[in-house]
């Protein structure tokens, strides 16, 4: 990860940006108010090489709300202003054109401010997105009741999201809690209660991609998508930060914003054959791996292969970007072709 830098909001407060160097217009990455730290980020396996294979040599930026990781602390309420006021700054200080992404509740901020400030913006992407606070997965994950055991919350989200053990997952919401304190957590929502975007999305011209990725997203991400001008919408999956996941979403931010931009399609970047890594043999997969594979080449969807299994969606996308990973398959149909082709179904 590039060095961390600091720029201010309007009102003093300290916001810690990274920056990617590349050419522009500039991928800016604007993730849910609490997602981890950027110091946090950084130590995690499953972000190792994935933004540097979605950037493929554009430039790109995301950073740390007020209140989390190395930005200012906050002592009490915040305003949505506030947060627009965090965007805002880390948009001055990259100062050229903006792709930018909005990720679940940063929908909020983000539509706010590209409304405010739509010539800093050549498009935009909305992920998980909804209309109003609650209306997505993350709001069903804030139910009310969560602040009762915040390091729970915390666990479950990292159990839920990173598909790790329960120890590793301790050790996740560990660091997560200390890079965003409850008190941080419950100023974010705070700030986004009562907030609505219908009227303000029909100010945003630029073209705009909207993507679900989560059963319980579907329709809110498809209301969204009927209410801007100039929006695309679809569905993406897999969904786990992996090289390979962020060379698949790069492709296809190629195909729903790039080549309405008129940009070239990027191209993977190849390792020397001599460091590239073998693809595992499918009897090298795990054995969840296994039934999840098993359950696709039957023609089941992940939220299908979740309920055979008892386990959520989200886990089921990890294993499936796991088996992509392993297998050296792109999708799914070349992954099941490759088992077919070994002859080794269950």
Same mark, same amino acid.
């Given at each position: 990860?590039?060095?961390?830098?600091?720029?201010?909001?309007?009102?003093?407060?300290? #916001? %810690?940006?990274?920056?990617?160097?590349?050419?522009?217009?500039?991928?800016?990455?604007?993730?849910?108010?609490?997602?981890?730290?950027?110091?946090?980020?950084?130590?995690?396996?499953?972000?190792?090489?994935?933004?540097?294979?979605?950037?493929?040599?554009?430039?790109?930026?995301?950073?740390?709300?007020?209140?989390?990781?190395?930005?200012?602390? #906050?002592?009490?309420?915040?305003?949505?202003?506030?947060?627009?006021?965090?965007?805002?700054?880390?948009?001055?200080? !990259?100062?050229?054109?903006?792709?930018?992404?909005?990720?679940?509740?940063?929908?909020?901020?983000?539509?706010?401010? @590209?409304?405010?400030? #739509?010539?800093?913006?050549?498009? #935009?992407?909305?992920?998980?997105?909804?209309?109003?606070?609650?209306?997505?997965?993350?709001?069903?994950?804030?139910?009310?009741?969560?602040?009762?055991?915040?390091? $729970?919350?915390?666990?479950?989200? @990292?159990?839920?999201?990173?598909?790790?053990?329960?120890?590793?997952?301790?050790? &996740?919401?560990?660091?997560?809690?200390?890079?965003?304190?409850?008190?941080?957590? %419950? @100023?974010?929502?705070?700030?986004?209660?009562? &907030?609505?975007?219908?009227?303000?999305?029909?100010?945003?011209?630029?073209?705009?991609? !909207?993507?679900?990725? *989560?059963?319980?997203?579907?329709?809110?991400? @498809?209301?969204?998508?009927?209410?801007?001008?100039?929006?695309?919408?679809?569905?993406?999956?897999?969904?786990?930060?992996?090289?390979?996941?962020?060379?698949?979403?790069?492709?296809?931010?190629?195909?729903?914003?790039?080549?309405?931009?008129?940009?070239?399609?990027?191209?993977?970047?190849? *390792?020397?054959?001599?460091?590239?890594?073998?693809?595992?043999?499918?009897? $090298?997969?795990?054995?969840?791996?296994? $039934?999840?594979?098993?359950?696709?080449?039957?023609?089941?969807? +992940?939220?299908? &292969?979740?309920?055979?299994?008892?386990?959520?969606?989200?886990?089921?996308?990890?294993?499936?970007?796991? &088996?992509?990973?392993?297998?050296?398959?792109? +999708?799914?149909?070349? %992954?099941?072709?490759? !088992?077919?082709?070994?002859?080794?179904?269950?």
């Amino acid at each position: 990860m590039p060095p961390v830098q600091f720029t201010h909001a309007q009102d003093g407060t300290r #916001i %810690a940006f990274v920056r990617y160097p590349g050419t522009s217009p500039v991928h800016f990455s604007v993730n849910t108010p609490g997602a981890p730290a950027l110091s946090l980020r950084a130590s995690l396996p499953a972000y190792a090489g994935y933004y540097e294979h979605y950037l493929r040599g554009k430039g790109g930026v995301y950073f740390d709300w007020r209140g989390t990781g190395a930005s200012d602390r #906050i002592d009490g309420s915040l305003r949505i202003d506030d947060l627009i006021a965090d965007i805002e700054a880390v948009a001055s200080a !990259v100062d050229e054109p903006l792709d930018g992404h909005f990720v679940g509740r940063a929908c909020f901020a983000g539509c706010l401010h @590209a409304a405010q400030h #739509i010539g800093r913006y050549r498009s #935009i992407r909305l992920t998980g997105a909804a209309l109003r606070a609650g209306e997505n997965w993350q709001g069903l994950h804030n139910r009310p009741g969560w602040e009762r055991d915040y390091p $729970e919350h915390l666990r479950s989200l @990292a159990r839920s999201y990173f598909d790790v053990s329960p120890v590793e997952a301790l050790r &996740i919401a560990a660091a997560w809690e200390e890079g965003v304190p409850q008190r941080s957590w %419950a @100023a974010y929502l705070e700030a986004e209660r009562g &907030i609505d975007l219908t009227e303000v999305l029909s100010q945003l011209r630029v073209p705009t991609w !909207v993507t679900a990725q *989560r059963t319980a997203d579907y329709e809110a991400a @498809a209301v969204m998508a009927a209410l801007l001008p100039n929006a695309t919408f679809s569905t993406f999956e897999p969904r786990v930060t992996t090289p390979e996941a962020g060379d698949l979403e790069r492709e296809a931010w190629d195909r729903h914003l790039g080549s309405r931009l008129g940009d070239p399609p990027s191209k993977r970047s190849r *390792r020397p054959a001599a460091q590239r890594s073998r693809p595992v043999e499918v009897d $090298e997969l795990t054995q969840r791996e296994r $039934e999840v594979l098993d359950l696709m080449a039957l023609g089941d969807r +992940n939220a299908q &292969i979740a309920r055979k299994l008892g386990v959520s969606e989200r886990t089921v996308e990890h294993h499936v970007g796991s &088996i992509f990973s392993k297998l050296g398959v792109e +999708n799914r149909v070349q %992954a099941v072709n490759r !088992v077919r082709g070994e002859g080794n179904m269950a």
